[in-house]
Structure formats: structure tokens, C-alpha cells
């Protein structure tokens, strides 16, 4: 399909592609998930540092426990990746109680839905959040016929995905076994399989009680975290696990490390991993986290299904046609996995909005590629990537976002992902639009050319689709 004239793609070396360099080839796998569990924090709406400190409450249990080194390992890698499930039900959350999907997972969380009338109110506080009463009540009465069966389709979802990711990413069962039951419950009114009691895993046992302790400890302090596990015990928990629980509890170290700053707690769980277990993450171990981690990404809006996946293939599309060398070809394939990662800290309500946005929802999607800076930046093999992440939404002019900087001062990397992004955006499905042919999506991209988008990057990825290496 031919496309016109191309822009050119000449002066390859004014595009100064050398700036990105390769990333280190080897990281502990422990350093890469546990920096990539603050994007899980976001999609959950709780506060960063949450898997990370499940993390240490469950390990010091397996420890006090005396649980084998095997055992250890996989429990360690569940607690961190607890929650990759958890974007597969965003746009369900959303669409079910008519509210923003993240403060009503964070609700949740706080909540005994076994219990009929905290289900009740848990439902009049969130369904149809920020209407009048009566909507919310109407919103209410129209999920009731369903009763439990919703929740749990939710937990489904959200479990069967978790087991899946992890398998991904190389795991053994029993992490993604604890994965799928972490909502089962002691007296088997849990989900998504209404297991009871020692049916199931113990260490989705230990990370069910980790991590809902770990919410009512940053949300109302210890004393209500232990009352709660007290109350729960014999219908949430294993009583048994309580009981470990609360001799844990006697140590003031282990409150003392909850409480501290998020980078203290993620030195401490870094010590945590089994060290004759310990995971090395070579660069194909990375590319699999990485394509994981693409897939969470694209699966907290129905509207970005592939999307990272798409981009990443655009951005290496457009590198190799600017003859970058095969290391910074592959930076720009994880970079455009991962650029989307902040965005699971948006709500379903803005992302999935069929009209126009108001300024304070602008101002939420404005923040996403910062939070993807962030993460990606606390992965030492990630350093070159983070920046070209960030950057995925400025433009030529300098009237881009988050930053307000003008690529025309970038090197090739950073000015290559806005058109793969862009390109891929334009071609796909929207709430407010339907995909764009690609002969319209490139004619956009040329009026914007030199201005919004690199004109040479534009080029390169106009050569690639008339020779047919990419659609």
C-alpha cells in the first residue's frame, strides 16, 4: 500500500542515536520486580510501597515458620506480584459501580464483603460516587439481582490473569498457585473456587493475611491491623497464621521497618530473597517481565488492547530503519513495552471517557508518563529507558507533556517513541473515535511534523510500512 512520497529519513547521524546505550545485560531479579510493584501499588490505589511491605509482614511469618529455601522463593515472588491480575478487572470496577475503579479497590480492601451489611454499605459509598443519593441507591438496586456473582466474576478475573502473568514471567506453580487463591478464605467463602481450609496453597494463606493487614496498618494504624486479624481469624484467615501473626507483631523492628520511607523497605525486602534461590534476570528473562508487564499495562482499558506491544514494534520498526545498533534497537523494544506503565495509576473513568475531558481529568492523564519515569528509574538496567519513557508525550515545539521540553534538544531515542505512540494510537480503536487507516494516520502525523513529531523518525517509520516490515 503505498503512502506517497516518504519524508525523508537522511542525516541519520544529526539523530544521534549513541545517547541511549545499552542497558546492563544482567539484574537481580528481585531489584526489577520489586521497582515494578509500585505500578501494581497504582492499579490497586493503594500507597507505593504496599507489595513491598506485604512483602516483608509475609517473609517474616515463612521465617518465623521455618519454611525451606524453595518454598521462601516462591512465596517471596507471589507477595511482590500479587496483584498483576488486578488491571484485567479495571475496567469491570468501573463499569459495574459507575465510579472511579482505584478508590473503589482501595475501599474494598477495607471492607468484609461475607458480611451483608458491610456489603450494603460498601455499596452505598461507592456505587455512583459523586451522585446524589438516590443515584447511588438506584446504581445500588440495579446490582443486587446479581448478588455475589459479580464479586465473584471480579476475583475471577482478576486471579485466573495473576496465575497467567506469572507463568509469563517463568515462575514455578506455587507462585502462581498463591497468586490465583490469595482471595480464597479460611471457612470457604472466599474466591474465585471456594476452597476451605487447608485446601488451600499456604502461601496464598500467608499473602491473603500479609497483605490485608498491610492495608489496615497504612490505613488505621497497627492496633486496628491486629484487630482485624483477630476478628477475621477462622473465617479470612488460618487461625493458625494469626497466631504467628501476633508473635511477629511483639517485635518493634517489624513495625519500625513498615513505617519507613519506601526506599529503606525496598533495601530491606532486596535481603529477603533466599540467597541460594536468588534470581539472576539475563536479557531474556528481562524481555519477559518486560512483555508481561506490557500486557498488565494494556489490560486496564479495553481500548489499549496490544497497544505497548504495538508501539514497541513501531519504535523498532523506526530504529532500525536509522541503523541504531542492535543494543539501543532493543532499548527502544522495552521502552515501548513499558512507556504506558504510569498509566495504570489513571482511572477508568478519565481512560475510558467517551467525551472530551475537563481540565482536572487532563491534568491526571498529564501525570502518567512522570509515574513511568519513576518506576522505570528505580531499575538500575532501566536507567536509559526511563527518560525515553518519560518523554513519550512531548513534542518538537516544546508544548508537550509532563515536562514542557522541546525534543528538538533530544537524541534519536527520545524522539522516536512519540511517533511510534502516536501512530499506534491513531490506528486503533478509541472511545471517542474509530481507528484511523493508515494512510490517514500518516497524513496526521506529517501536518505535525516538525513541530509536534520528529520529521526524521516520521520517515523512518513511513519506509518501514511501505516496504511492508511492519502494518
Keep these: 500500500m503505498r503512502l506517497g512520497k516518504p519524508f525523508p529519513i537522511w542525516d541519520k547521524g544529526s539523530m544521534n542515536a549513541a545517547e541511549v546505550g545499552p542497558s546492563r545485560q544482567t539484574v537481580r531479579l528481585s531489584e526489577l520486580i520489586g521497582a515494578l510493584s509500585k505500578a501494581l501499588d497504582l492499579t490497586e490505589g493503594v500507597a507505593f510501597g504496599h507489595a513491598l511491605r506485604s512483602c516483608l509482614i509475609g517473609m517474616r511469618m515463612a521465617a518465623v515458620m521455618g519454611l525451606g529455601d524453595e518454598v521462601r522463593s516462591a512465596l517471596f515472588y507471589a507477595l511482590l506480584l500479587k496483584d498483576s491480575g488486578c488491571s484485567s478487572n479495571a475496567a469491570m470496577v468501573q463499569e459495574m459501580f459507575l465510579t472511579d475503579d482505584l478508590s473503589a479497590k482501595h475501599d474494598l480492601k477495607m471492607t468484609d464483603w461475607t458480611k451483608p451489611l458491610q456489603a450494603v454499605r460498601y455499596g452505598l459509598m461507592v456505587a455512583g460516587r459523586g451522585g446524589g443519593l438516590m443515584a447511588r441507591v438506584r446504581r445500588l438496586a440495579a446490582l443486587a439481582p446479581g448478588g455475589l456473582a459479580p464479586a465473584k466474576q471480579l476475583v475471577a478475573v482478576r486471579c485466573t490473569r495473576g496465575a497467567e502473568i506469572v507463568h509469563m514471567m517463568s515462575f514455578p506453580n506455587q507462585t502462581a498457585e498463591a497468586i490465583r487463591s490469595l482471595d ?32 489496615f496498618r497504612a490505613s488505621a494504624g497497627p492496633d486496628a491491623a491486629l484487630a482485624m486479624a483477630r476478628r477475621r481469624s477462622g473465617t479470612w484467615f488460618d487461625p493458625a ?41 539475563d536479557s531474556d528473562r528481562i524481555d519477559k517481565v518486560a512483555l508481561a508487564f506490557a500486557q498488565i499495562i494494556d489490560a486496564k482499558s479495553p481500548y489499549t488492547y496490544r497497544h505497548s506491544e504495538g508501539v514497541a514494534k513501531y519504535a523498532v520498526a523506526i530504529a532500525q530503519e536509522l541503523d541504531f545498533s542492535p543494543a ?29 475531558l475537563t481540565a482536572e481529568e487532563r491534568d491526571v492523564v498529564r501525570r502518567h508518563p512522570r509515574y513511568s519515569c519513576e518506576i522505570l528509574s528505580e531499575v538500575e538496567a532501566f536507567s536509559g529507558l526511563a527518560d525515553v519513557a518519560a518523554v513519550h508525550h512531548e513534542r518538537i515545539d516544546g508544548k508537550g507533556y509532563y515536562r514542557g521540553v522541546a525534543l528538538s534538544d533530544y537524541p534519536a531515542a527520545h524522539r522516536t517513541l512519540p511517533v511510534a505512540d502516536i501512530y499506534e494510537a491513531l490506528t486503533a480503536n478509541r472511545p471517542y473515535r474509530e481507528a484511523m487507516s493508515q494512510e490517514a494516520a500518516v497524513s496526521l502525523l506529517r501536518r505535525d511534523a516538525g513541530t509536534g513529531v520528529c520529521p526524521h523518525a516520521l520517515g523512518a517509520l513511513e519506509a518501514a510500512l511501505e516496504k511492508g516490515e511492519v502494518a
Aim: proline share 6%; net charge negative; charged share 25%.
Design 184 to 215: 480464597e478464605h479460611w471457612d470457604g467463602r472466599g474466591y474465585p473456587d471456594g476452597l476451605k481450609g487447608e485446601q488451600i496453597p499456604l502461601l496464598a494463606r500467608i499473602a491473603c493475611l500479609s497483605q490485608t493487614v498491610e492495608v
Design 241 to 281: 497464621l494469626v497466631k504467628v501473626l501476633l508473635d511477629v507483631a511483639k517485635e518493634d523492628e517489624f513495625w519500625r521497618l513498615l513505617d519507613a520511607d519506601r526506599p529503606v523497605v525496598m533495601a530491606a525486602v532486596s535481603t529477603l530473597e533466599p540467597a541460594e534461590m536468588a534470581y539472576i534476570a
Design 328 to 356: 539501543q534497537v532493543r532499548e527502544m523494544q522495552l521502552a515501548g513495552l513499558l512507556h504506558d506503565i504510569g498509566k495504570l495509576g489513571v482511572p477508568n473513568m478519565i481512560l475510558d471517557k467517551a467525551g472530551p
